[in-house]
């Protein structure tokens, strides 16, 4: 029998909620109980470089929850920390979410919407004698702190009184001293197991300039002191954050039990999205930027969401491969291939095809007429008509992959060679007659001849086994291909030894620059962002930045197999 229900208003059925996930499991037993009647999630990002692939789960774990029920997602920024934040990241961070194909509810809020809030909320802790203003400098405060096997001790100035703590707190936010010279911490335990709840720091002094607040401040909350109320302010049912703040949750109830807030959101955690061969981390990013490894954040070999769009990453593969990967709470590291895996499986589906040839090497068909032309349609998609052809015209003389002939092939080389024959893509059957050679032995030309009656498919009796991807020379169009690589050598590059840095694995062959390639006509109509599968050389995107329709430039996404086929270093095309 089948679980779905015949809604009798609409005669459409209704498929039942099934929860694929715990995060699923845990809302649908809220909803259930009635604790909620909606539900309400938040993307909460620091704006302090781009996204990354690890925060396009976040993404899709937090919107796709609220999707799944029917609930609303905001976009928060956690802005607390000025000094390290921009106007150019907050900027990318909505484009990024847009991109990926969610919409927040609502404007878009920050932190620093709620600094005054805070700033009472923080009184109000003084006043019930849970917060003190502290003078320790900073190392000092992280040796009381103690460590996981030394319980810390207490601060000389944490029995401050009310009164005291309020005019310390009072000329913080005065602004009379410098960074640094003071702090303002929760009273919790010293002595705790838990060494966030060893009197955490609330409030610090920073004379910064915050891109949503001006010079109001020069105190600023922490992301601790921050986070929950937000999510209370803003009546988030489920704050879904990644397992590293499983242990800052009791704090994240101290301090909503310990305040007059609106509700008191209860927070959960999954594991971070690692990915081998693979930097998740803005703040390593942008190293990588900094320091002119990368061509900036948007670079197509970078994990960022704009460096996976640049290079032809669609969205839908992205929200596949989250969805693939799963939401768990066990900490393991996926294989970049299952990335790879469903972009192909997207493109293999939706990317027209085209020929490119990237090594081009001229052929001439001595047997064909001078005058002559076929003028050939081929079919966008082998199985999408939909799609429909494209023109091409077969002409005496054409460009096939240098890399498709062998004088003397390993056995069972299946492309030309000479005297060998192979079928060219959608006409006709050739066979290497003559190799011209120049001074040096470089080949640079094949003397071809054709059987005229093999066009788009062979004669009984006859078989040919290679197909191979030509361009006509006359109408082809010139372009540049950009192969990538991945990054870094190493499979985990961000846990390398401390002595070795993450910069030390990058790969110096993540780039392959290949200029003079020739590609079909068809592609002179291609706009910034098309994707093609380009037969037998993988698939492609126009770059969106460098690419001219009088100077094409291709991005590779990814190899029809898998991306570390290595080709041999650049050869020089020969035209
Ligand atoms: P980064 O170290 O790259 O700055 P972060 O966690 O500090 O990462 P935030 O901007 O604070 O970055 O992150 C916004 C949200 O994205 C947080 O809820 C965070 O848990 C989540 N997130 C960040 N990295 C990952 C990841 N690799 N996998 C899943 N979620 C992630
Ligand atoms: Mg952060």
């Known amino acids: 029998m089948s679980n779905s229900t015949i809604d009798h208003t609409s005669n459409a059925k209704v498929e039942p909620i099934i929860p694929i996930n715990f995060l699923h499991q845990i809302v649908q037993l809220d909803l259930n109980a009635g604790k909620y009647k909606h539900i309400v999630t938040r993307f909460s990002p620091e704006p302090n470089g781009y996204l990354h692939i690890g925060h396009a789960k976040s993404i899709c774990v937090n919107f796709g929850l609220a999707k ?3 609930g609303i997602t905001h976009l928060r920024f956690d802005d607390t920390n000025p000094a390290q934040e921009d106007q150019e990241y907050i900027d990318a961070i909505k484009n990024d979410i847009k991109w990926l194909g969610f919409n927040w509810t609502g404007k878009v809020r920050y932190a620093s919407n709620y600094f005054n809030q805070l700033f009472d909320w923080a009184i109000e802790l003084i006043k019930a004698d849970k917060a003190y203003v502290d003078d320790l400098s900073q190392e000092q405060v992280k ?6 096997t030394k319980p810390g001790k207490n601060s000389p100035f944490r029995d401050r009184s009310v009164k005291e703590n309020l005019h310390w707190f009072a000329r913080m936010r005065a602004g009379e001293f410098p960074d640094g010279a003071r ?3 929760a009273k919790i335990d010293m002595d705790s197991p838990n060494i966030n709840l060893r009197d955490p720091i609330m409030y610090r002094i920073c004379h910064a300039y915050h891109h949503q607040t001006g010079d109001k401040w020069c105190i600023y909350p922490s992301y601790d002191f921050t986070h929950g ?6 009546g988030i049912t489920h704050s879904i954050c990644t397992l590293e703040f499983e242990s800052h949750r009791p704090l994240y109830e101290w301090f909503l039990n310990s305040l007059s807030v609106p509700m008191r959101p209860r927070q959960y955690e999954f594991s971070r999205l690692n990915l081998n061969y693979t930097i998740t981390s803005k703040r390593k990013l942008k190293q990588l930027v900094d320091k002119k490894h990368v061509h900036g954040w948007d670079d197509p070999r970078m994990s960022t969401i704009s460096g996976l769009r640049r290079r032809g ?4 593969s992205i929200r596949n491969f989250c969805e693939m990967v799963g939401t768990n709470c066990s900490a393991g590291v996926v294989d970049f291939g299952m990335l790879e895996f469903s972009v192909r499986q997207d493109l293999n589906v939706n990317a027209p095809r085209a020929m490119c040839v990237l090594r081009p090497l001229r052929v001439v068909i001595t047997n064909y007429p001078k005058d002559k032309v076929d003028n050939l349609e081929l079919p966008c998609h082998p199985h999408k008509e939909k799609l429909g052809v ?3 015209t077969f002409v005496r003389e054409i460009y096939i992959d240098y890399d498709d002939f062998m004088e003397k092939p390993p056995k069972g080389y299946k492309r030309l060679e000479p005297n060998g024959e192979v079928r060219l893509r959608g006409s006709y059957v050739i066979r290497a007659d003559e190799v011209i050679k120049d001074i ?5 030309e094949l003397r071809c001849s054709y059987d005229p009656a093999t066009l788009g498919q062979n004669p009984k009796g006859r078989t040919v086994k290679g197909v191979i991807h030509w361009v006509p020379i006359t109408t082809c169009i010139d372009c540049e291909v950009r192969l990538y690589d991945r990054l870094f050598r190493s499979p985990n ?10 910069l030390d694995s990058i790969n110096p062959y993540s780039l392959q620059v290949i200029k003079g390639c020739r590609a079909e006509p068809s592609l002179s109509n291609a706009k910034p962002e098309d994707r093609f599968q380009f037969e037998r050389e993988g698939y492609f995107c126009v770059d969106i930045k460098d690419s001219k329709q009088s100077a094409p430039v291709f991005n590779r996404i990814v190899a029809l197999r898998d991306s570390w086929t290595h080709r041999d270093p650049l050869r020089k095309p020969l035209c």
């Open 440 to 444: 040096n032995g470089n080949i640079v």
């Open 229 to 234: 109320q937000s999510d209370a302010i803003e």
């Open 143 to 148: 040796e009381y702190r103690g460590t996981l």
């Open 493 to 502: 590059p961000e846990r390398t030894e401390s002595s070795v840095s993450f």
């Open 390 to 392: 494209r023109k091409l």
């Open 183 to 185: 702090v303002l911490r």
């Open 313 to 316: 990453y669609t969205p839908a």
């Open 68 to 70: 799944k029920f029917s």
